[in-house]
């Protein structure tokens, strides 16, 4: 076997860059398997032991205010493994260098041991009693603000200023992912988390004895769906705000959206360039053994068995197949790694698993090779199962069809070159099929993700354009009664404030119950609007509810119908409300009502949490450094920076994700032209001699091939859209939560920007081929019997 | 350059033209035409010196064994080719020098080649091969005509898969001179045929000399077809050997091999 296997690696030297461009595809296929999986797996490992090791708890709940002593009821529930009872409090804080206020979430660190949510504590040491205010900050606003142990930041705890020493920075399983209270983008640098000794909150708020937020750690195997009745039913007397679990635990939520996405990434993109290599390993190997029929003839007649034979071409593909696996490897590793690392900067882990179970690497490999060898059997089992004899003739040559049976019933004299090749794509309507179908997938993956782009652009115009219109929003740290509203009205470079409230409410329909944020606004409301599917406006209604149309699907509720409400604060008792429309709305579950009616159905007094501003652009100091002087007022965010920061965010992440699609895009479509033209010209190469010969110039003889690749890639890209469009849908689909969806903008840019990516790579590819079609021998290919 | 000045440029001895049409100039000659290959670290001397000339309306028939330089002086002449040194020209093109472009340009407008192996084009019909050729001349024959001129106006809708050698051979002589060359250049035409229909392939050839006055040259190994041609051209060794001048003809129908 020793000559044939020297044969095997003059060939693949021989046929290097077919090689190397289906090796390619291979690799991009094995590369996003190992990316998306082992970057997935990675997370989750990560995450887990991550959870595990700092005992993040199950359930949380808020509370108004409860004595320690009622923590050792909850401790006994049935179920409860372990229960921490702790003070959280939002705070305005004031930061060197920044020019609006920034808000801290305070919480109480007990004496001894946490019991749950363990911190881990990156540098520095805990904060201590009876010196002076001093706080452990998380990592990523440490970072944010450049604070170390020993820095200072003002922080305003119950109205009055406190300067708040850092002795430490530290993570928690809490806050993997930190955000503003109801804010949708992690705001780094204006919100941060502090841990304060509990008895120093305890006594500013007067909170001594007390906790206002329990968290249980389960037992295994225990309901939580019980227990949560149960801790729901204990808190009721106490302001209990409704538990819930780590399905409803804001950090855990976002991150495991995300890791959703990464796993079906996985799911998507590897079995595509798989499907694409197994048709270019049939086809170049058809071809190769089209070429050879001779030399298996001869081989054959010199005793080497069919087998033999097929293992040898089989062998040819399996050298691809380990070409490409290792290159695969070798990026999915590296590509994997650095994706694990940003991820891990993004969000805060205190170390990095890089798990990967080597079945992953397996499972690469296998499928690869599998889907290479599924492509070469076909190509092989032909040949090689043919008598010595006849494979030893010359293969008959290929008989060609006239179009419509030589009836043009247009009667178009087309240009011969055209009917060249329209008949040599016919001749060959698989493999003319299969280039077609691997081109419109290049397209398909480009359409199928930079989809998103446009989606989020219109995501943003629709939160910060059109329906949150507002400068700039101040939020009081609690509930304050109407009269604020002239309070910060008269604040400097405060054009125009209206009020709003929000309430926790628990909304529900049957059995099936959520808690989500009532927002409340004035009827004469104009910086926040209400829109329905077509951006039209809707108008508050006297009476009843607004609700996104997740949640009407999440409650199965219509327009008309009447849903139980439930508020989380204040009189508990559960109303019958009517639902009058429907918002469309892409973050989160949500209600809204008139201010007025609010205020009717809580049967209290006006009440508001804070008040949307237009700002005047030249006064945004004087109103900050107002701010900062009568913090009590509450934290302001200002939709200029938020609108900034998710910009940025988002570019960052778009600007990799579109170059690496853009590259695997760029490997299928140079993969398939590359191959598909290098046959062609195989094939044809002669008839282009001839055409040389008989004085056609080498533009004209090129274009023969080049309208070949032309015609798959303008036939591909019709296709292409539509697989895109799928594509597209599928992951809305599979991102779409109840705390986030995406709508499916399709703008005409996304299929220009694709099919330009694969027109490109073809051309590429076309232009390489085109020089092989220059340095054509004439005479030596005339000279010669095919 | 214009044509008197030819046989002012020409060198050695005046060709005995006492069969060839009479009162024609010279369309093709060549001077010192030299061609080296280079394979390796081997050279080559394809054609040494070689020193030629063609009236308008010959038929030559090239005779001499393999690697004797035919092939290469005939791809030289058909613009195929360029040689190391020396000179080629037809009428007033410059070939020895040509580029690439004024190269194409001379065999769209001047040459027809005809080879062993026939390479017609397998996805076009005869008629449509034809066409292919007639599309890009300046005063081409209808397809028709040129196929009825080689007996294939019955074949005209078949494939080359559907032909026989003889007939793709016949498709390729009408391929070549649907264009009405100048010159039409054949290497090898009837090796791949049997003598019948060979003969029939070279009917059709002398057919198109006598009718349009084609200058045409013929390589052959086979010494049967000497009698047809106005002259014999001998090569050996890069070299024509000798040129014999056939008094009478023989009609392509006498022979046989």
Not at chain 1, 236 to 264: C, I, K, V
Not at chain 1, 412 to 427: C, G, K, M
Not at chain 1, 450 to 464: K, P, R
Not at chain 2, 114 to 133: D, G, I
Request: net charge neutral; with cysteine.
């Amino acid at each position: 076997m020793h000559a044939l296997l020297l044969k095997l690696l003059r060939e693949l030297r021989r046929l290097w860059a077919q090689v190397a461009s289906i090796a390619l595809v291979m690799a991009a296929g094995v590369a996003t398997l190992i990316i998306g999986i082992g970057t997935y797996q990675s997370l989750a490992q990560t995450r887990a032991e991550y959870y595990a090791n700092h005992n993040f708890a199950d359930i949380f709940v808020s509370l108004a205010r409860a004595p320690r002593s009622l923590l050792n009821e909850i401790g006994a529930i049935d179920g409860v493994l372990a229960v921490d009872g702790r003070i959280l409090r939002l705070a305005p804080a004031d930061i060197e260098g920044l020019e609006e206020p920034a808000s801290v979430l305070l919480i109480s660190l007990p004496d001894g041991a946490q019991a749950l949510n363990k911190l881990y504590l990156r540098s520095g040491r805990l904060p201590e009693l009876g010196r002076g205010t001093e706080a452990v900050v998380s990592e990523v606003f440490a970072k944010a603000r450049d604070l170390i142990p020993g820095s200072r930041l003002d922080v305003v705890m119950n109205g009055t200023l406190r300067a708040v020493t850092i002795t430490g920075i530290a993570l928690s399983p809490e806050y993997i992912y930190a955000m503003t209270p109801g804010e949708v983008m992690p705001s780094e640098g204006r919100f941060g988390v502090l841990w304060v000794p509990a008895d120093l909150l305890a006594a500013t708020y007067d909170l001594q004895g007390a906790f206002n937020t329990v968290s249980l750690k389960l037992l295994p195997g225990a309901s939580p769906a019980t227990i949560i009745a149960d801790v729901d039913q204990l808190l009721a007397p106490y302001g209990g705000q409704g538990a819930y679990g780590r399905d409803q635990q804001t950090s855990h939520t976002f991150l495991d959206a995300e890791l959703t996405q990464l796993r079906g990434m996985s799911a998507v993109l590897p079995p595509i360039f798989l499907l694409v290599a197994a048709f270019l390993v049939n086809m170049t190997l058809t071809r190769l053994i089209a070429l050879e029929r001779e030399q298996i003839g001869l081989l054959k007649a010199l005793g080497y068995s069919s087998l033999a034979i097929a293992w040898h071409y089989v062998e040819f593909v399996l050298l691809i197949s380990i070409l490409g696996t290792a290159a695969g490897y070798g990026f999915g590793i590296w590509a994997g790694n650095g994706l694990t690392v940003l991820y891990a900067q993004y969000y805060s882990f205190p170390v990095l698993v890089f798990s990967r179970d080597p079945v992953l690497y397996v499972i690469a490999a296998a499928i690869t090779i599998g889907a290479a060898v599924l492509g070469a059997i076909s190509a092989v089992r032909k040949a090689a199962w043919l008598p010595p004899a006849v494979a030893m003739l010359p293969a008959a040559p290929p008989v060609y069809r006239q179009l419509l049976r030589g009836r043009n019933p247009i009667v178009v004299d087309a240009p011969q070159t055209w009917i060249i090749i329209a008949r040599h794509l016919l001749h060959w309507p698989w493999r003319t099929a299969g280039g077609v179908v691997g081109m419109a997938l290049a397209a398909a993956i480009l359409v199928g993700s930079l989809w998103s782009i446009g989606a989020i652009n219109y995501m943003v115009d629709y939160t910060f354009n059109r329906t949150e219109r507002q400068d700039a929003t101040i939020s009081f740290l609690g509930p304050r009664p109407a009269a604020a509203l002239y309070e910060v009205a008269r604040l400097p470079g405060v054009m125009a404030a209206e009020p709003f409230r929000t309430v926790g409410i628990e909304i529900r329909s049957g059995h099936v119950s959520r808690r989500v944020g009532l927002s409340a606004y004035a009827a004469t409301n104009d910086q926040t609007r209400l829109l329905d599917a077509h951006l039209g406006r809707i108008a508050l209604p006297e009476q009843g509810l607004i609700i996104s149309r997740t949640l009407a699907r999440v409650l199965g509720v219509r327009p008309g119908d009447t849903v139980e409400v439930k508020p989380l604060e204040g009189d508990r008792r559960v109303r019958l409300v009517t639902v009058h429309g429907l918002v469309e709305g892409y973050l989160g579950l949500a209600a809204y009502m008139d201010l007025n009616a609010l205020h009717e159905m809580l049967d209290r007094m006006p009440l508001i949490s804070g008040v949307n501003v237009e700002i005047d652009e030249s006064r945004h100091s004087d109103l900050f450094a107002a701010l900062k002087a009568t913090p009590a007022l509450g934290m302001i965010s200002l939709r200029s920076v938020a609108l900034d920061r998710f910009r940025q965010t988002m570019a960052q992440n778009m600007f990799v994700m579109i170059g690496v699609l853009v590259a695997m895009a760029g490997v299928i479509a140079f993969g398939v032209v590359y191959n598909l033209a290098r046959i062609s010209l195989s094939e044809q190469g002669r008839e282009m001699a001839s055409l040389r010969v008989l004085g056609f110039s080498r533009g004209e003889v090129s274009m023969l091939l080049l309208a070949e690749i032309a015609v798959v890639t303008l036939l591909a890209q019709p296709l292409g859209w539509i697989l895109g469009y799928w594509l597209a849908l599928a992951m809305v689909s599979s991102f779409s939560s109840e705390i986030f969806t995406m709508p499916l903008v399709l703008g005409p840019e996304v299929f220009v920007y694709s099919t330009g990516v694969v027109i490109a790579a073809a051309a590429l590819s076309g232009f390489i081929v085109r020089r092989r079609i220059d340095r054509l021998d004439m005479i030596a290919v005339l000279k010669t019997r095919e | 350059m214009v044509n008197g000045d030819f046989a002012a440029n020409l060198l050695g001895p005046p060709s005995p033209m006492a069969s060839a049409p009479t009162g024609s100039l010279p369309v093709l000659r060549a001077r010192g035409l030299t061609k080296i290959y280079r394979m390796g670290e081997v050279e080559v001397l394809a054609l040494d010196g070689v020193d030629f000339s063609a009236n308008a309306g010959e038929f030559d028939v090239i005779l001499g064994p393999s690697g004797s330089g035919k092939s290469t002086f005939l791809n030289i002449v058909g613009g195929l080719d360029t040689p190391t040194s020396g000179d080629a020209w037809f009428l007033d093109h410059q070939l020895a020098n040509a580029d690439e472009r004024a190269l194409t340009r001379y065999r769209r407008d001047h040459v027809g080649f005809v080879f062993q192996f026939y390479n017609l084009v397998p996805s076009l019909t005869a008629r449509e091969n034809v066409k292919l050729v007639t599309e890009i001349s300046r005063r081409p024959m209808r397809p028709e005509e040129a196929l009825d001129l080689v007996g294939l106006s019955d074949r005209m809708n078949h494939f080359p898969a559907q032909l026989s050698g003889g007939e793709q051979q016949r498709v390729a002589i009408a391929r070549a001179i649907a264009k009405r060359p100048d010159l039409l250049l054949c290497d090898e035409p009837t090796g791949a045929l049997d003598s019948k229909t060979g003969v029939v392939v070279l009917e059709a050839l002398t057919r198109v000399n006598a009718e349009f006055g084609t200058t045409t040259l013929v390589i052959t190994h086979n010494v049967a077809i000497r009698g047809i041609a106005h002259r014999v051209i001998n090569f050996a060794n890069g070299r024509i050997a000798s040129i014999e001048t056939n008094q009478t003809r023989l009609p392509a129908a006498a022979i046989s091999w």
